[in-house]
C-alpha cells in the first residue's frame, strides 16, 4: 500500500485481525507542554501511518479505538477537539483510502451522536463498502459492554416478536448481532503507553487474542513498532484451551 520505502517484513504466521488501543496521546502532550488536544492531533499522524503499514505488513484487518463510551467524561473542549479529529481524519483520507482499496467501518453506539458525523461515517462506510483488500474498523463511541448489551437487547427483541426461541441464540447468532458481524476474531491486540489493560475493547472479539503491551506513547507509535508486535505474536504458541500435541 505504500509508496515510500517498504519496512521490514514481519515474521510468518500473521494475524488476520489486529486491534490497536492508541493510548498516551495526553501524557505525550503534556511532557512537550502542550494541551491534549495536540497529542491527539498528532496521534491522527500515527493512525495514518499505522493504517499504511499494516497493509504493507500483510494485515487484512485492523481495529483501533479512537473514542470509548466512557470518554464522555472528559472535559467538552477535548471531547469536541476528539470529535473534530475523527471527522477530519474520515473527510481527509476517505478517497485516499478508498483508492488502496480500504474498507471502513465505524463501530460503536450511534444513537447519541449529532447529525453531521452520522453523515461522515455513513458516507464513508457507503463509499468504501465494495472494498475487500483491507478493512479499517474504527471504534468511535465504543464499550464493549456496551455492545454486548446492544446485541442482547436485539435478541431479546426477536425472541420478543417470535421470530427466534431462546434456545435458538448461539454462539454464532450473537456474534451477527455485534458491530463487527462478519470480521473475524481479533488475533493481536496491541496497547501502547505502558498500560496493561484493555479497557473495555473488544471484549467479545478478543477472547483469544494474543495481547501485546508497548511502552511508547502513541503519536511515537511506527511502522517498526507494528512490526515489532506482529514478530512478537509469531513467537506465541496459540492453543485455544488446548493442549500441546508435543506436551508431556
Request: hydrophobic share 40%; aromatic share 8%.
Amino acid at each position: 500500500m505504500s509508496e515510500d520505502a517498504p519496512i521490514a517484513p514481519a515474521s510468518a504466521p500473521l494475524p488476520r485481525h489486529v486491534a490497536i488501543i492508541m493510548d498516551g496521546n495526553g501524557r505525550w502532550a503534556k511532557q512537550r507542554h502542550r494541551p491534549r488536544s495536540y497529542g491527539h492531533s498528532r496521534g491522527v499522524e500515527a493512525v495514518r501511518e499505522t493504517v499504511q503499514a499494516a497493509g504493507d505488513l500483510g494485515v487484512t484487518c485492523l481495529t483501533v479505538f479512537s473514542f470509548s463510551t466512557e470518554n464522555w467524561n472528559r472535559p467538552k473542549a477535548e471531547i469536541g477537539a476528539l470529535f473534530e479529529l475523527m471527522k477530519h481524519y474520515v473527510q481527509a483520507d476517505l478517497e485516499s483510502l478508498h483508492g488502496r482499496g480500504v474498507r471502513i467501518r465505524i463501530i460503536g453506539r450511534r444513537d447519541d451522536l449529532d447529525e453531521d458525523i452520522l453523515e461522515i461515517i455513513e458516507k464513508a462506510e457507503h463509499r468504501t463498502r465494495e472494498n475487500r483488500r483491507f478493512t479499517l474498523n474504527i471504534a468511535f463511541n465504543y464499550g464493549g459492554r456496551d455492545e454486548i448489551v446492544r446485541a442482547t437487547q436485539k435478541l431479546a427483541q426477536r425472541v420478543e416478536a417470535g421470530e427466534l426461541k431462546p434456545d435458538d441464540v448461539s454462539l454464532d447468532l450473537f456474534e451477527g448481532e455485534l458491530d463487527t458481524a462478519e470480521l473475524p476474531d481479533v488475533d493481536l491486540l496491541i496497547r501502547t503507553s505502558g498500560e496493561q489493560r484493555i479497557s473495555n475493547f473488544m471484549l467479545w472479539q478478543a477472547a483469544y487474542a494474543e495481547l501485546v503491551f508497548m511502552d511508547v506513547l502513541w503519536p511515537d507509535f511506527t511502522p517498526k513498532h507494528l512490526r515489532d508486535a506482529l514478530d512478537e505474536f509469531a513467537r506465541r504458541e496459540r492453543r485455544y484451551g488446548g493442549v500441546d500435541a508435543g506436551a508431556a
